[in-house]
């Protein structure tokens, strides 16, 4: 399939396959496909050896970086960041948090046991942070770098132009699309509200027609609820240039996620996720469970801003994650992550690979009987 985004970007297929796991970007990106990596939960040091490792799996097969880069976040001491971010937290939410693992008799971690999730989110999202990032990116060849949340600093865009790399942007309305117009962005990533992670509340199907309208030609990607051939095709009805998927791979085994959340997706349904700042601060789509009904009681505090919500649940969730994997009944309780609705297809642990190849060919089944049916 060639479209206007295969040909901007050079690949074969008009799918992008969007993970915080390299093992899952390779394989998309040898499939035909793009990978781009989640990129801001690593520090500098680990990501110019992920992104080192992924090239050598793809024997110059272009790839892409993923940033988060929020235009408002909660403000710190630059030299103290993660102490002086710490102390923005009031003493209810520590508090709550406390109560909660010890309703729900979560254990400690270990002493030698190393976190599941650290605090690198807060520094890599402030300036400094993301310099130090966009340092590394583009001493590598990649061939795209996204941004999250909000229109990328004209620093990023700049230096991705001067380094020849096409800048996406990721868009949950028409407004926020012609904002990334005018910041110069190369392609617009129509994100609707069925996607896993952060999103807004306009549907797929309304969203990306919307985009495609104010694009100015750009290359737009439909993104949120495709997960199949045939959503592909839906995606590329509606005027998408290439589909966006994310959530689809948390069901690929090359992906890093915890074995006992996979196991939870497995048995979820597509109305079984919530959007809700409760992990980040900002509105994202995660599998629902008990964690999201203890936040609900009227006594509950309410969710802190992106850094401090992660900063205040981060050394939570590590524990959380170290007791169900040893099967602990309260942690699988309140066990979740972000999800988008597709999670309710998922059937049974698949090959990255193999996940990217039914998604091209089953679109293009689905193409050449739509286009049967008209001839």
């Known amino acids: ?53 992924i090239e050598k799996q793809v024997n110059g097969r272009p790839y892409g970086v993923d940033l988060l880069v929020p235009e408002k976040v909660a403000v710190g001491d630059p030299d103290n960041l993660i102490a002086s971010l710490r102390a923005q937290i009031p003493a209810e939410h520590r508090q709550f948090i406390a109560d909660l693992l010890a309703r729900y008799q979560i254990p400690e971690l270990p002493p030698d046991a190393e976190p599941s999730i650290n605090d690198d989110l807060a520094a890599a999202i402030n300036p400094d942070g993301v310099e130090a990032l966009l340092d590394v990116v583009f001493a590598h060849p990649i061939a795209l770098v996204a941004n999250a949340l909000g229109t990328p600093p004209t620093d990023l865009v700049q230096r991705a132009k001067t380094n020849g790399v096409v800048v996406a942007a990721l868009v949950g309305q028409a407004k926020h699309a012609r904002r990334q117009v005018a910041a110069g962005v190369d392609v617009l990533i129509a994100q609707g509200t069925e996607a896993g992670g952060h999103t807004g509340t306009i549907a797929t199907t309304v969203l990306t027609p919307e985009v495609v309208a104010v694009a100015e030609g750009r290359p737009v990607l439909a993104a949120g609820g495709i997960a199949t051939g045939d959503q592909m095709a839906a995606g590329l009805s509606l005027g998408a240039a ?103 297809s998922f059937t049974k642990l698949r090959p990255a690979r193999e996940i990217a190849v039914d998604i091209v060919t089953g679109c293009e089944e689905r193409l050449r009987t739509l286009a049967a049916a008209i001839g």
Request: glycine share 8%; net charge negative.
């Open 1 to 53: 399939m060639r479209t206007p985004f295969t040909e901007l970007v050079r690949i074969e297929h008009p799918l992008v396959g969007f993970n915080r796991s390299p093992a899952v970007v390779a394989e998309v990106t040898k499939a035909g496909g793009l990978g781009v990596l989640a990129a801001t939960a690593y520090t500098p040091e680990e990501l110019d050896a992920q992104l080192t490792w």
């Open 242 to 344: 290439g589909v966006w998927c994310g959530s689809v791979w948390l069901n690929s085994f090359e992906d890093i996620t915890p074995l006992p959340i996979k196991q939870k997706f497995l048995a979820a349904s597509s109305g079984e996720t919530v959007r809700s700042p409760l992990r980040t601060g900002k509105p994202a789509r995660q599998l629902r469970s008990a964690y999201h009904a203890e936040w609900s009681g009227p006594d509950s505090p309410a969710p802190l801003p992106l850094p401090l919500q992660p900063l205040l649940v981060n050394e939570a969730f590590s524990r959380i994650d170290a007791a169900a994997a040893e099967g602990h009944a309260g942690a699988l309780e309140l066990e979740t992550f972000f999800i988008g609705q597709v999670v309710g």
